[in-house]
């Protein structure tokens, strides 16, 4: 597409040749600075307006004429068009925060799933139609330019979509804040199938450009690694410490704004770039040693390179530890040194910020702001403890041990030496307290001590950002309940009051009225202006569910964002959504406890009914199975079951027997942007992990929001899915997680509910006899052998009692005008998954940060 030349008549039969108006001088030392004032007069708000600007945009910025430009060329040149537009609101906002020095948040995180930009950016200007009327006047048609955009690598999954969902909301709430991350030169891997098995490629998504981001290498901070510590005498006689690395490299920073929806408000996320401190050594080169004379310039750039580094071997998690320290040190020196006023009193820190770590990736940010404060500040140990423990909040984001990271003690103090010692100090006193409180209890001291002895020396990352921080937050109400019950217990009993919950929320702005405008116009027209601000206010569509013609608008709605998909999967991937076919739809990152295995044994179920005859074909109900999924490049058994689901869908697709009523489809390297386009059009959403396993989950809330009923256990967030919408409108299933543990408590033996169950049995076989693999019986013995034998996600335990849901699911699905009314009221009790909430609830909660203006 980028290579296609222009061919369209040119705005007013003339090309601008208009001079750029000079950029305008700044008021501060700091010119690159986020809070640093440069006041700018905005572009003219108008049709012809921005036809001026877009067209010296395109030849000046791009160095093109309109009819010899690209498609990118265009793309290019909008962008930075529609950026013009945000930038007086971003500097005044800069002015503002800098002059009222109002409290703030440092958002911490190692992902930011930002999906494109320019959609956003449209709608938060309100220039959505100007822009398409004068792309028009020039022969471009907006849709060929929105299509060009690559989404930023930047994450993985819900992590990284909802921190970006939270930086949206707080401008949107003109709350002061700076996103922290890091500028991945390639996002996590572009994935590809291969004979229906996963293939990573890299994810190259600066390769046409970033129009959206602004380098600052002049305000480039410095970050060590290595070496080693030495005591000192400093001139007051006290004896001290400092920290002599062996190596450096310099953090670069990158910023995308950030706009509030239509209110002004535009805030800054940074990410840091690693380069060398010497890229190039010119004497090496000379002397023919090409590849050393760069060696140091490698070194440094693979920090940022790649988003999470496969960490199965020592240098993978070194580099990942590497990564983590780079952000958060970069980000902690950025505010402290550039943000505040030189003459900012450091005990009132608390007061003017709050650093909120996102998971336990940025934890070690914490024993690094004590090495700024004692270190380069030379406060008091026991005073920049007290400052630390104000400036730190900590959200939990799993329940699996697994996943709370744990970094040995060889590592951190080979890497990050004064960090060690620092958090050895921490730990000796948090221990002293928790004796002081409960005698010398050893189990508890051990149970609770931030170092591990077994199976290695090492840190709890998760039990130090608890002791530092000043709250600890679960994503949703059962989360929440289990971190104090079952995962930090000691901790909880330790530190009454620090728990909290704050249930995750999504952007209604992306996942609705962009990735939905035909819902969002139904609504406008039913409940009027407003509700994408405020979105409780979806409950005054409740009595339309009673409305027949309501009903069929809606119904008309969902069939169009259908047709939607349809056009772009064609496109995309080169398959195809059955007219009149129910889409059943799992999309989520790919993991055993999320149990994709259990929808492909419901898939094969209904397969083998109509292979054996026990139910015609014609009888089924029409089903098309979307899943979107990655797995892990090391993660063996997730991309065995990627294989697997391929070669169902494969199978399923080309057997006649069926009539075309299954289908299954799974297109590669699923993105926010595709996420747009499948969320709006599914009418079933599948959340079927194991209770007790999944945090919260995001997708659950943008798939009710947009009119899909739910399928699922009583996990996460779906517990207060169904509570709201309703347990008629929600297809519960699963044991709960008391159950779940009994189970596992008494010992869990899989086989048995395969011996016990002929359809799960007939599933089983199937996989295992080579139906699905060309008559090849080991192909995926791993994914059988592991249900029978291990199952650690009970896939089988729950089976029966999901195939008796999805019984349920047809039933209901044969009376659209009852399916409708659901659908409604899943639209209109789910406000309270909006991202606003949950930032109205940090701050109330945790941050204690209204609005500055």
């Not at 027209?525 to 309501?550: K, Y």
């Not at 790919?590 to 014609?618: D, M, P």
């Not at 256990?713 to 347990?727: C, H, K, S, Y």
Request: hydrophobic share 40%; with cysteine.
């Amino acid at each position: 597409m980028g290579r296609d030349r222009y061919r369209g008549p040119v705005a007013n039969s003339v090309e601008t040749t208009e001079t750029p108006a000079p950029e305008p001088a700044d008021g501060g030392p700091n010119r690159s600075h986020p809070l640093a004032l440069a006041p700018v007069s905005s572009p003219p708000v108008s049709v012809d307006g921005f036809v001026r600007e877009f067209l010296r945009e395109l030849n000046f910025g791009q160095g093109v004429a309109l009819s010899a430009s690209t498609v990118n060329d265009q793309y290019l040149a909008l962008a930075r068009t529609v950026r013009h537009y945000l930038m007086a609101r971003w500097l005044e906002t800069m002015r503002r925060q800098k002059e009222t020095q109002a409290k703030g948040v440092a958002y911490l995180s190692a992902e930011y799933l930002l999906g494109r930009q320019l959609g956003n950016a449209l709608l938060a200007t309100d220039l959505t139609d100007i822009v398409a009327d004068g792309l028009a006047q020039c022969g471009i048609d907006i849709a060929d330019l929105r299509a060009q955009e690559v989404e930023p690598g930047l994450g993985n999954g819900g992590l990284g979509r909802l921190a970006a969902c939270f930086v949206d909301s707080l401008a949107t709430m003109s709350v002061p804040c700076i996103g922290y991350g890091i500028r991945y030169e390639f996002g996590i891997f572009r994935q590809t199938f291969v004979d229906g098995r996963q293939v990573e490629q890299p994810d190259s998504w600066l390769a046409l450009g970033a129009p959206w981001e602004f380098p600052h290498p002049d305000s480039a901070q410095e970050v060590s690694f290595g070496g080693h510590t030495e005591t000192y005498t400093d001139s007051d006689g006290a004896e001290r410490t400092r920290w002599v690395p062996a190596w450096t490299v310099q953090a670069v920073p990158y910023n995308y704004m950030v706009p509030g929806y239509q209110n002004g408000r535009v805030n800054t996320l940074r990410l840091w770039r690693s380069v060398a401190t010497e890229r190039f050594d010119l004497r090496i080169f000379n002397s023919g040693d090409y590849e050393e004379a760069v060696r140091s310039q490698t070194f440094a750039e693979n920090i940022s390179k790649v988003l999470y580094p496969e960490d199965s071997t020592p240098q993978g998690k070194e580099l990942r530890l590497q990564q983590q320290y780079f952000f958060v040190a970069a980000s902690i020196a950025d505010f402290l040194e550039d943000v505040l006023p030189e003459d900012f009193d450091l005990t009132k820190l608390p007061e003017r910020i709050i650093f909120q770590l996102n998971d336990t990736h940025p934890v070690i940010a914490v024993p690094e702001l004590m090495r700024v404060l004692v270190d380069e500040k030379g406060l008091a140990w026991d005073t920049a403890w007290e400052i630390t423990k104000g400036c730190f909040a900590y959200t939990c984001h799993t329940l699996l041990p697994e996943a709370l990271e744990v970094w040995s003690v060889e590592l951190l103090g080979r890497l990050l030496p004064r960090h060690l010692e620092i958090i050895y100090r921490i730990n000796e006193e948090f221990l002293e307290e928790v004796r002081e409180r409960f005698g010398d209890d050893e189990l508890r001291i051990r149970r609770m001590s931030i170092i591990a002895e077994h199976p290695e020396r090492s840190v709890r990352m998760a039990y130090l950002a608890t002791v530092a921080g000043s709250k600890v937050n679960g994503v949703a109400e059962l989360h929440s309940q289990l971190l104090r019950d079952k995962v930090l217990p000691d901790f909880n009993e330790f530190y009454p009051g620090k728990f909290t919950n704050v249930t995750n929320g999504i952007t209604p702005r992306r996942f609705v009225r962009l990735a939905n405008p035909g819902l969002s116009e139904l609504i406008t027209e039913s409940i009027g202006v407003g509700w994408l601000t405020d979105l409780e206010r979806l409950r005054e569509l409740e009595p339309f569910a009673a409305d027949e013609e309501f009903r069929a608008r809606f119904r008309e709605v969902k069939a169009a964002n259908k047709r939607r998909l349809h056009a772009v999967l064609t496109e995309r991937d080169g398959v195809s959504v059955s007219d009149g076919h129910m889409l059943d739809v799992m999309v989520k990152r790919l993991h055993e406890y999320k149990r994709q295995t259990l929808k492909v044994l419901h898939i094969i179920t209904q397969y083998n009914r109509v292979v054996s005859g026990e139910v015609a074909a014609a009888d089924l109900t029409p089903r098309t199975f979307i899943f979107g999924a990655k797995a892990a490049p090391g993660y063996k058994m997730a991309k065995d079951i990627i294989h697997l689901i391929n070669a169902v869908g494969s199978t399923v697709n080309n057997d006649e027997r069926l009539e075309g009523r299954l289908k299954v489809i799974f297109p590669p390297n699923y993105n926010v942007t595709l996420a747009e386009k499948v969320i709006p059009a599914a009418d079933l959403s599948e959340q079927i992990s194991l209770a007790g396993k999944e945090a919260s989950g995001t997708g659950n809330m943008k798939f009710a929001l947009n009119g899909a009923l739910t399928i699922g256990t009583d996990d996460g967030a779906n517990v207060e899915i169904r509570q709201l919408v309703g347990d008629e409108n929600f297809f519960l299933f699963g044991m709960l997680e008391p159950e779940v543990e009994a189970l596992q408590a008494a010992g869990y033996v899989p086989s048995s509910y395969y011996e016990s169950n002929p359809e799960l049995r007939r599933a089983i076989d199937a996989i295992a006899s080579g139906v699905f693999s060309g008559g090849d019986r080991h192909m995926f013995d791993s994914v059988v052998g592991n249900l029978l034998q291990e199952d650690r996600f009970l896939a089988l335990a729950d089976y029966a009692a999901y195939i008796e849901a999805q019984d349920k699911v047809d039933a209901a699905y044969a009376d659209q005008e009852e399916w409708t009314r659901a659908a409604i009221l899943n639209v209109a009790r789910s406000g309270f998954f909006s991202s606003d909430r949950s930032m109205r609830d940090y701050i109330d909660r945790i941050w204690h940060t209204p609005p500055a203006f």
